[in-house]
C-alpha cells in the first residue's frame, strides 16, 4: 500500500467526524449562551368544596317535569328514607308542586329547619334553602290573593245577578201594568 492511500485511510475518518464537530462548534459560537427553560413552578389548585346544590336543582328540574301522580310516588318513596338536610330540602321541593292543601306551608317549614339547622352538613345548603322559603312564602301569599280576589268576584257576580234578577222582575211588573190612555181629548171634558 501506498503512503498516500495509508493517509488516506486515517484520514477519511476523521474527515467525516470534522463536520460534526465543525457543527457543534459554530453552533457554540453563534450562540454562545444557551438558553435554559427554567421548569415552571407547579401549582395545585385548592380542591372546591363538592357542589352540594347543584344535584338539588337537577333533581327539582326532573320534578318539575313529573306528573301529580309521579310526585305523589316520589314523595311517598322519599319519606321512607333517614331525614337529612338534602332529603329534607328535596322533600319540601316536592310538596312545592303537589298543590295539595297546606302542601306549600309544609314545605316552608321544611326549608326553614334547614336553614336553621346547625348541623355541619347543612352549611352548603342553607343559602339554598332561604331561597326555597322566601319562594314559598311567596306563593302563600299570592295565592292567599288570588283566593280573596275569587271570592271578591264571586261576591261581585252573585250582587250581579240579584240586580239582574230585580231588573227582570221589574220589567215584568211594568208589562204586565194596564196600558195608560196617550194625552188625546180628555174623556171629561171641561
Not at 80 to 93: A, E, F, H, S
Not at 107 to 116: E, I
Not at 155 to 173: F, G
Amino acid at each position: 500500500m501506498t503512503k498516500f492511500s495509508t493517509h488516506l485511510l486515517v484520514c477519511l475518518p476523521l474527515a467525516l467526524l470534522l463536520p460534526g464537530c465543525a457543527q457543534q462548534k459554530f453552533a457554540s459560537l453563534h450562540y454562545p449562551l444557551t438558553p435554559r427553560i427554567a421548569p415552571l413552578p407547579v401549582t395545585v389548585a385548592p380542591v372546591a368544596p363538592p357542589d352540594e346544590v347543584s344535584p338539588l336543582l337537577a333533581y327539582h328540574q326532573s320534578l318539575r317535569r313529573m306528573t301529580q301522580g309521579e310526585l305523589l310516588k316520589e314523595l311517598s318513596g322519599i319519606t321512607l328514607q333517614q331525614r337529612t338536610p338534602k332529603i329534607t330540602l328535596q322533600t319540601g321541593m316536592i310538596l312545592m308542586l303537589t298543590r295539595g292543601g297546606g302542601d306549600l306551608a309544609r314545605a316552608q317549614t321544611l326549608f326553614d329547619s334547614v336553614a336553621n339547622a346547625t348541623e355541619p352538613e347543612a352549611d352548603g345548603l342553607k343559602p339554598l334553602a332561604q331561597l326555597l322559603s322566601s319562594h314559598c312564602g311567596e306563593a302563600r301569599r299570592l295565592a292567599d290573593s288570588v283566593d280573596r280576589v275569587t271570592a271578591q268576584l264571586r261576591d261581585t257576580q252573585r250582587k250581579s245577578d240579584q240586580l239582574s234578577d230585580t231588573l227582570e222582575a221589574l220589567k215584568a211588573i211594568e208589562r204586565g201594568l194596564p196600558v195608560r190612555p196617550t194625552g188625546g181629548p180628555s174623556a171629561g171634558g171641561r
